[in-house]
C-alpha cells in the first residue's frame, strides 16, 4: 500500500523520501542531493535509451519504496548464508549489524568499517572518500544510490596487504522488509601489490517485494588483485539492481564471479576500466531466470591502455517464462595497442516460453589488438539426453545434469571451497527443481 | 526374449523399416547385416527407444512387456543397453558419475541396493582393466575429447558395469583399427554369457571374425531377408548383398 497520494509522480516520492530522511546540510547531504537532483532530472531509464531496451522499469516506478528506518530483528546467522570462518559483514534491510558482524581482528593490512559508522564519527573525511571513490561513469541507479545509501562498506588495503580468507559481505532483508527499499555501498580500495577475495551476496526471504540498489565501486592501484564473488539471491517478488564498478591500474587484476539466481526483475551493471598497461580483467557469469523473472546482465569493459586483456564468459538458463538479458560492450580506445578481448555467451532455453537476448557490442578503436566474441542460443542437447536415458538415468535426471554441465564452467572457476559447495547444492536444487511442472 | 513382429517405422514421412521379423532366444549372439541405408541403426534406435522415430505398425515383446511402451530409461533398467555407433559427448558431466548413476538406478529398480562408492570404485576399476582403459578416464567428462576408439571402448565398459541383459551394439567396429577392434571385441566376448543376449548391428564381416555370432541375418529394404549361420556372413563377403535381394524377389 502506499502511503502517498498517487497523483505524485514517481520522482517527486523519492524527492519527498529524501527531503524527509536528509534534512541537513553537511558536506553528504550536498553530495546526496546533487546526485538526487541528476537523477530526478533525467528520470528512470527507459525502453527507448539503448542500454535499457529489453528491461522496462514501469512496475519498479510505480511502486513507492520507503527507506528502512530501524534495524530489523534479526540476530543470528540466517539459513542461506556461506558458511564462514574469516571477516564477514553483515548489513540487515541495508543496515550494519553489529551483533551479525564478526568482530575478530582484522586481517594485517586490511581495514574495513562500516560506512554509516564512519559518517556518524567523521562526516568530513568520510564524504570526501565517497566523493573520492565515485564509478568513472555513472548510472542513474549510482546516482539513486548516492543520493539513499544508508551504509555499506569501506575496505581499504594497505600496499602489499594480502590476505586469503574471504571477506563475506551479506545483505539480508528480514521478515519485515515489504515495501522498504535499500541502496548499499561498497567501497574497496586495493593499493599497490595488495590482494583480497569479496563475497558479496544479497539474499531475502521469499514473497516479500523490497528494492534493492547496490553499489559496488572498486579501485585497484599498480599489481593490485581482487576476486570478486556476487551472488544475488533475492526475493522472487524484489526488485534488484546492482552496479559493480572497477578501475584497475597497471598490471592489476580483477576477477568477478556473478551469479544471479533471484529477484523478480534484476539489472546488473559491470563496468570495469583498464587504466593501466597490463591490467587484466576476467568475468564469469550465471544468470537463470524461471518463473516469471527478468534478469537484465549489461557489461562494459574498456580497454584504455595498451597490453590490456579482459576475458568473459556468461551463461544464462531460462526457463518457464523466464527473461534474461546479456549486453555485453567491449569498447578498445585508440591507443590501447596490443589488446586482448575475449567474450563468450552461451544460452540454454528450457521451455517454450523462456527468452535471452544476448547481444556483443565491439567499439574497436586501436588497430593491433584480438578480440573474438561469440554468443549462442540454444536448447538441451537431445542427443545427449537420449543418451544419458539409455543410461538408465531419468528423464528428469539427464535433465538437470545437462544443466548443471551447462552451468559448471561458473563453479569449476571458484577456488574457494566452501563458496564451491554452497553454490553447487544451491545449483543443483535449482536445476533439478526446473522442468518438473512444465507449464 | 526378444520378439520383434511385422514392425514398420517411419522417420518422418519416410518408412525404413516395413515389416521387419525376428526372434532372439537368451544368450545367443545376433548379426545383423546390411548395405547402407537398409535400417539397421533405426531398429536398434528404436529398440533402445529413440525420439523421432514412428511405429505406425507391429510390435516388440521383450522378456514377455511390451518394449515400445516403455521410456528410454525404463528399458535400460530393463536391461536393455545400447552402444552407440556414434558415443555423445557430454562435457561437464563426469564419467564415472555416470556410470554410477545408472548402475544404481538399475539396482534400485531391481529391488538391490545402491552400491557405495567403495564398491562400485572397485568395481569399475577391474572392467577399465579388461577394456585396458586408464584411470584417467574415469575423471573426464563423459566420451569428452575421446578418440573414436576410446569411445568405443567406453560404450563396452558402460555395458560391462551396467550387465545388460539385451546389448545392442550398433556399428561397434566402425572407426576402429585392428588393435582397437580386438579390445572391444574382447571386452564383448567376455560378457557372452546365458544370461545376456547381443544383438550386433554391423556393415562389414571384419567383426564377425572377433565376435562369432550364433546367428546372422541379413536386413535390406526394411526387412529381415535372410536368415542363417556364420557361415551366411562369409558369403555375403564374399558375394555382396545383391544376391539375397534377387532371391527375395523371386522368392
Known sequence: MSAVAPKISALERYRAAFEARWPQSDPLTRLRRAALEEFIEQGFPTQRQEAWKYTNLRRLESRSFEPSTAPAAIDAAQEGWIAHGGARIVFVDGRWSAALSSSSVQPPGVTMLPLGQWFRRDPEQAAAFVESLAPKRSTAFERLNMAFFEDGAVIQLAEGARTDEPIYIVHHWSAQAAGRMAHPRLLLRAARGSRCTLIEQHLGPADLEYFTNAATIVELEAGAELRHYRLQQESTRSFHIGLSSARLQADSRYFLHDVALGASLA?????????????????????????????????????????????????????GRGRGIFNGKIAVHPDAQKTDARQSSRNLLLSPTAEIDARPELEIYANDVKCSHGATIGQLDETALFYLRSRALSQEQARALLIRAFAESVLTSIDHEPLRTYLEHRLEARFSASGENPS | MLKITNLHVRVGEKPVLKGLNLEVAGGEVHAIMGPNGSGKSTLVQVLAGRDGYEVTEGSVEYRGRDLLALAPEERAREGVFLAFQYPVEIPGVNNVYLLKAGLNAIRKHRGQSELDAFDFLTLVREKMKLMQMDESFLNRGVNEGFSGGEKKRNEILQMAVLEPALALLDETDSGLDIDALRVVANGVNSLRSPERTIVMVTHYQRLLDYIEPDHVHVLSEGRILKSGDKSLALELEKRGYDWVKQEATAA
Not at chain 1, 546488473?268 to 516469471?292: I, K, T, W
Open chain 1, 267 to 319: 539489472r546488473h551493471d559491470v563496468a570495469a576500466v583498464l587504466e593501466g598497461r597490463g591490467a587484466h580483467v576476467e568475468l564469469q557469469g550465471l544468470f537463470a531466470p524461471e518463473g516469471s523473472q527478468h534478469m537484465d546482465v549489461h557489461t562494459h569493459i574498456d580497454h584504455a591502455a595498451p597490453c590490456t586483456t579482459s576475458a568473459e564468459d556468461y551463461r544464462g538458463v531460462a526457463d
